[in-house]
Each structure stands twice: as C-alpha cells, then as structure tokens.
C-alpha cells in the first residue's frame, strides 16, 4: 500500500484547505485511514480517522467541527477537509493506514505518506 499525500500551503487564519490522500496498491474494506500531523518540536498526533468502507469518522478534540475526514472508493483518496484554521494547526500533515481497525496510536499505522506542510499566518 503507498500513500501519497499533497494539498498542503500557506492560508491565512480562518482560512481553509482540503488535503488529499491517493491511495495505491492492495486495500480491504477493513482498512483504517488516518489523518497526522507534527508540528515542530511537537510529538505526531491524530487527527481523524475513518475505515476505508466508510462509517462514522473519528475526530482529535482539538480540530472537532473544524475538519473532516472523507473518502471516495472510486478515486482511492482520502480527503480532510480544514475549515476556521488556527495558527495552532501549523504542522505538516499525514496520512496513514492500518489493516486492524481503528487507532488513534502513530505507532500502530503500518502505512505512511511523505507528508504536506500545512502553515496558518495571522
């Protein structure tokens, strides 16, 4: 399975963006995709997350009835969707996938993408 995702760029606060995760190779309905993300100096974190087949997303506290997680089977992508950004959202973002169920755990992804910067200004 290889991950790659792209849609990340400088916004201003308030401001929005949609990330992309294609999907490539060998995937099940039982796949776990989920949405990272770093900052500097900052341990990775979760985002959000929902199961390739679909279902009810799960979302960080910190970013709850700002971003949305999404996926289109047909076009193998995963999407997150992040409205009224913060400049607390600043951090490069990734997706990741796991073939066991949901996680909130980095260390439990089996999958990773390379990662887009996501910076919010003021």
């Known amino acids: 399975v290889q991950l790659q995702a792209s849609g990340g760029g400088l916004v201003q606060a308030g401001g929005s963006l949609r990330l992309s995760c294609a999907v490539s190779?060998?995937?099940?309905?039982?796949?776990?995709m989920g949405w990272f993300r770093q900052a500097p100096g900052k341990e990775r974190e979760f985002v959000a997350g929902?199961?390739?087949?679909?279902?009810?997303?799960t979302y960080a506290d910190s970013i709850k009835g700002r971003f949305t997680v999404s996926r289109d089977n047909a076009k193998n992508t995963v999407y997150l969707q992040m409205n009224s950004l913060e400049l607390e959202d600043t951090a490069v973002y990734y997706c990741?996938?796991?073939?066991?169920?949901?996680?909130?755990?980095?260390?439990?992804?089996?999958?990773w993408g390379q990662g887009t910067q996501v910076t919010v200004s003021s």
């Open positions: 929902i199961f390739w087949s679909g279902g009810i997303p």
């Open positions: 190779g060998r995937t099940f309905s039982w796949f776990y």
């Open positions: 990741a996938a796991r073939d066991r169920g949901l996680s909130i755990a980095s260390g439990e992804y089996d999958y």
